[in-house]
């Protein structure tokens, strides 16, 4: 996935920072550690509760793996991945990497997931169509990153999606939608100091970035995370910086 694109860093204001719990919601291992676990590791190390959803076990995403293979290490790596920023809390869907279909199956999964974790702050991919001008975006993260959006309303909602036996109660305590790497950017959070934890977090997804290169992972998260450092003199003192476009309900 590219790095962050936002809008001119100048016109970036603060994320807000009265909340004390977020749900991270994306289609596969590895989309939060391309540049969101570092505002991540940023909100733990403040006492904010963060838990991860994720809409595919990532079985597709490993051409050397079968799915049958890649599923079980990916969630492991995952897993992993969460606990270097402070996420002990990472739940799957188990719907089909690669063919995630945007529909009403989708948006109450993920409805029923913000009822059970009760977040203020929701979190989830660029659901637009392109990353950039020139780079699309995958289906996958514009089909996970709208049913959230949805899915925000959805929860609060008792009757589009009226709880079974044994779930949650209606949320409505959902106050914004942050969306990574949008090209729509408005808003920013500081991640200065966050940078060694930001890497062992992708370096965890070890399979899948020797995959990618044949380079130690370790070197090779560094490499990324250096990458999508985003700095100016004008915002938080110069310090690297995490933009958002951001969703008040």
């Known amino acids: 996935m590219p790095p962050e694109a936002g ?28 540049g969101t676990a570092q505002a991540v590791a940023r909100w733990t190390s403040a006492g904010k509760q963060v838990a991860y959803l994720l809409a595919t076990r990532g079985e597709a995403g490993i051409d050397t793996m079968s ?25 799957f869907l188990d719907h089909r990497d690669g063919v995630i279909e945007y529909g009403p199956a989708l948006r109450r999964d993920i409805a029923v997931a913000i009822r059970r974790h009760r977040p203020e702050l929701l979190v989830t991919i660029n659901h ?26 959805d929860a609060a909602n008792r009757w589009i999606f009226p709880p079974a036996a044994g779930e949650p109660e209606p949320w409505s305590g959902v106050r914004w939608v942050a969306v990574s790497a949008s090209t729509r950017a408005g808003h920013a959070v500081d991640i200065s100091g966050h940078r060694d934890r930001a ?39 110069g310090h690297p910086y995490l933009a958002f476009e951001l969703l008040t309900l």
Not at 16 to 27: H, I, M, Q
Not at 129 to 142: E, F, I, M, T, V
């Open 7 to 34: 809008s001119a860093a100048g016109a970036l204001e603060p994320m807000p920072e009265d909340w004390r719990r977020a749900l991270v919601v994306v289609a596969h291992p590895d989309d939060v550690e391309w």
């Open 67 to 91: 799915p049958e293979q890649a599923g079980p290490v990916r969630e492991a790596e995952q897993r992993a991945a969460a606990a270097e920023v402070g996420v002990h809390t990472v739940d």
């Open 128 to 153: 637009h169509g392109y990353w950039a001008p020139g780079s699309p975006n995958s289906p996958d993260h514009r089909a996970v990153g709208r049913a959230t959006i949805d899915a925000a309303a």
């Open 199 to 237: 890497v062992a977090s992708l370096a965890a997804h070890r399979s899948y970035l020797l995959a990618l290169r044949d380079e130690p992972p370790e070197q090779h998260a560094a490499h990324l995370i250096d990458e999508m450092q985003t700095t100016d003199p004008t915002l938080f003192d």
